[in-house]
């Protein structure tokens, strides 16, 4: 009797923080990459990669338990294992899971490949270099504030003089002065312009 051998199925899992234009290379660099290697499915995020509430990885996951229930040989492919997760226990807890199923897990960029002893050493000891990386990153970024709120730097949007707003709102009194043209006397914005007479009640009729 002939043993019924399934192919190999490749399930690609891409994602990026946001939706912003900014991050759509980040999308096509990871899809390309996926696609060279011949995936046959690729599931897509925009989203935090510290969310665990994400649609499409959770759609992947089980995409690729339902293949192996059915006797496939089944390889989970991310472009870079930071892709998959930002936190070691999601990343280990994925792993565990893939594992369960006899689901390789595959990371194109780090080389990563789970069916060996290597590559398991090699996703454990990155997934929590991951994780430091993050929290290293923020820890950086709260001791920058904290020292530049210390040195008495304004953070945030610099406040706008009462002299400016009271200078807007004589201005405003003349319909036929154009918001631009009153920002630009001012030296602020249009949006600024029109915050500060909303906030004062003031409204132009046609």
Do not use: W
Request: aromatic share 6%.
């Amino acid at each position: 009797m002939t043993e019924n051998k399934q192919a190999i199925h490749k399930i690609g899992y891409i994602r990026v923080s946001s939706a912003d234009d900014r991050q759509k290379l980040g999308l096509e660099v990871q899809r390309h990459a996926l696609e060279a290697l011949e995936v046959d499915e690729i599931f897509e995020d925009k989203s935090s990669g510290r969310n665990d509430d994400r649609a499409a990885f959770k759609q992947a996951i089980q995409r690729a338990k339902i293949l192996s229930c059915a006797g496939h040989e089944v390889v989970f492919v991310v472009y870079k294992l930071d892709r998959l997760a930002r936190k070691t226990s999601t990343l280990l807890l994925t792993y565990e899971t893939l594992l369960k199923y006899n689901i390789r897990l595959k990371s194109l960029k780090e080389e990563i490949d789970t069916s060996t002893p290597t590559g398991i050493l090699l996703f454990q000891m990155i997934a929590i270099f991951s994780e430091f990386e993050v929290n290293n990153l923020r820890m950086l970024t709260k001791e920058g504030l904290a020292q530049a709120k210390a040195d008495g730097k304004l953070l945030g949007r610099p406040k706008i003089d009462a002299t400016i707003k009271t200078r807007v709102l004589e201005l405003y009194q003349y319909p036929n002065l154009r918001l631009k043209d009153i920002a630009r006397e001012c030296g602020i914005s249009t949006k600024s312009v029109y915050n500060i007479a909303k906030a004062a009640g003031l409204q132009r009729h046609a």
